[in-house]
């Protein structure tokens, strides 16, 4: 299973773009990169999912480097309800994907 | 769409006690996931569930936990005995299959604590 690695915690301000960077050195040809946020009493909500170059929802853009060692989750214009932890998985999807601490994020008003 | 529903929301009992708790995933979705999530931590994988059979459960302490999910949809996880260490959420998550573009869809969770 590839281990990730994400910082433990980002400070943010209303209105700027926050980009979450997650280490992920031994993926494997298999495996994808998703996102997860998850609010306070609730349970992890999917954010988006990508293999390689970059993906965008209404929601976030997901940026992978040729390597697939690392990836970049990015938020426009971040406001004080996307406050939340975010996890990076790396693996094939919905099968053998694990959790690691996450990212807490805080956006400051 | 009705969404993952779980039950109990909350959870308090002894150690040594005995405690289940219920998921009804969304409906079609095969695949099923029990996750413990220990507060200030990820969530951990305990199980999941391929309709009916069970396609991983190698982080479920099998001498206390127990999981079943008859007819492929309702699953109930059971923790006998529990311990203080099994404090914690344990989250349910479904799945329409488990490829490529298909999301885990989660539930609200069951907070346990064990005293």
């Given at each position: ?109 | ?27 079609g979705h095969?695949?099923l996931y ?31 936990f127990s ?49």
């Amino acid at each position: 299973l590839a281990k990730t690695t994400q910082p433990i915690s980002m400070d943010s301000y209303e209105g700027q773009e926050v980009n979450i960077t997650c280490s992920h050195n031994n993926i494997a040809t298999n495996d994808y990169i998703t996102w997860y946020q998850q609010f306070p009493s609730q349970g992890p909500r999917f954010i988006i999912q990508g293999y390689k170059t970059k993906v965008t929802n209404e929601v976030a853009s997901l940026f992978i480097p040729a390597d697939r060692k690392s990836s970049t989750l990015s938020l426009p214009r971040v406001s004080l309800s996307d406050t939340a932890v975010y996890y990076c998985l790396v693996g094939e999807v919905n099968n053998d994907m694990r959790f690691g601490a996450g990212t807490r994020l805080t956006v400051k008003p | 769409e009705a969404g993952v529903a779980q039950s109990p929301r909350y959870k308090i009992i002894e150690k040594r006690q005995s405690v289940a708790f219920w998921c009804n995933p969304i409906s079609g979705h095969a695949t099923l996931y029990w996750y413990q999530q220990i507060l200030g931590q990820g969530p951990k994988l305990l199980i999941q569930f391929q309709n009916n059979g069970v396609v991983d459960d190698s982080q479920l302490p099998k001498d206390r936990f127990s999981a079943e999910r008859l007819k492929g949809v309702d699953s109930t996880l059971k923790i006998q005995p529990a311990k203080l260490e099994d404090s914690a959420v344990y989250l349910c998550a479904s799945s329409y299959l488990a490829g490529v573009g298909d999301t885990q869809y989660f539930g609200p969770g069951t907070r346990l604590t064990v005293l």
